[in-house]
């Protein structure tokens, strides 16, 4: 039903790794699945979004999910609902017309004209949900519960980088920490060359009991937030660390803290924004 939460499913399902495609005629199923792949064995999902914006070629949804079993493709259809009350506070809300109204109909009248419609694909459904009392993360948790094979902390992409404040605060950081009050290898001659990557620089910098003492509160901390991202549905997180140049103190403790997050079970990404400046520098 349209204002049922397709918008949120889509997201959902990119960002579960699915190649999503809207309002997309049935009668192209098969075909877009060969594009994108789907019976090639590597692994690759699809998820379709097919509603009464097609209108006469919406009926054509049956046979095009017949088709995708008749080539071995496997499929599941899910139907979104919501009270047609439901459905017209958020319309009323978002001050929006039903899509498929015609000229002169009311979006009450659109609507129950919409459910008559689908009433034959409700039925067919493998999966039902009634969004009506649920807000877009529930929606988001129900549909990561049915598809995804992750566990709910791994859902969360947590990309962790370094970076030197001489080279300008990060954007795009949601927690960033300034580690500039640490003991610094530059200061020592044999490690100026060196980097945050390099076991002297490392053992340095994490060895160092102010270090120590630091990083056991950096990882309570995040052991009290990250949960609570996860619990709100965050798709992506980013973690900045920064020091005076982004070559060693940073780069170490932007590691430990990958290594530490990535035992706790988050799905990690690691890099290191300015280290190719300061090594060139």
Not at 10 to 37: C, K, W
Not at 186 to 191: A, E, G, K, S, V
Not at 264 to 271: A, D, I, Q
Request: net charge negative; hydrophobic share 40%.
């Amino acid at each position: 039903m349209s204002g049922a939460g397709r918008t949120e499913a889509m997201h959902t399902f990119e960002d579960l790794g699915y190649y999503v495609i809207d309002n997309l005629p049935p009668s192209m199923l098969l075909q877009l699945a060969r594009i994108v792949g789907i019976d090639t064995g590597v692994g690759r999902h699809l998820a379709v979004v097919c509603d009464l914006r097609s209108q006469g070629l919406f009926d054509e949804l049956k046979d095009g999910i017949q088709e995708l079993h008749d080539h071995e493709i496997s499929t599941k259809l899910i139907f979104l609902d919501a009270s047609d009350e439901v459905l017209r506070r958020r319309y009323a809300l978002s001050r929006r017309r039903n899509p498929i109204a015609m000229e002169g109909e009311s979006n009450v009248e659109a609507i129950a004209r919409e459910r008559h419609q689908l009433e034959n694909v409700r039925h067919g459904a493998d999966v039902t949900i009634d969004t009506s009392s649920l807000r877009p993360i529930e929606l988001r948790r129900r549909l990561q519960g049915i598809f995804s094979e992750l566990e709910e902390q791994q859902l969360m992409d947590v990309r962790v980088f370094s970076f030197g404040f001489k080279y300008g605060m990060p954007q795009e950081a949601d927690l960033m920490i300034d580690v500039r009050f640490l003991p610094n290898p530059y200061w020592d001659p044999q490690m100026r060359a060196l980097t945050g990557e390099d076991e002297k620089v490392r053992d340095f910098v994490l060895g160092h009991a102010q270090t120590k003492a630091f990083f056991s509160a950096w990882t309570h901390l995040l052991d009290a937030v990250m949960p609570g991202y996860v619990a709100e549905g965050k798709s992506s997180l980013s973690i900045a660390i920064g020091c005076s140049g982004g070559q060693h103190r940073s780069v170490a403790l932007a590691a430990a803290t990958a290594r530490y997050l990535e035992d706790e079970g988050y799905r990690v990404s690691l890099f290191h924004r300015d280290l190719p400046r300061a090594q060139r520098g």
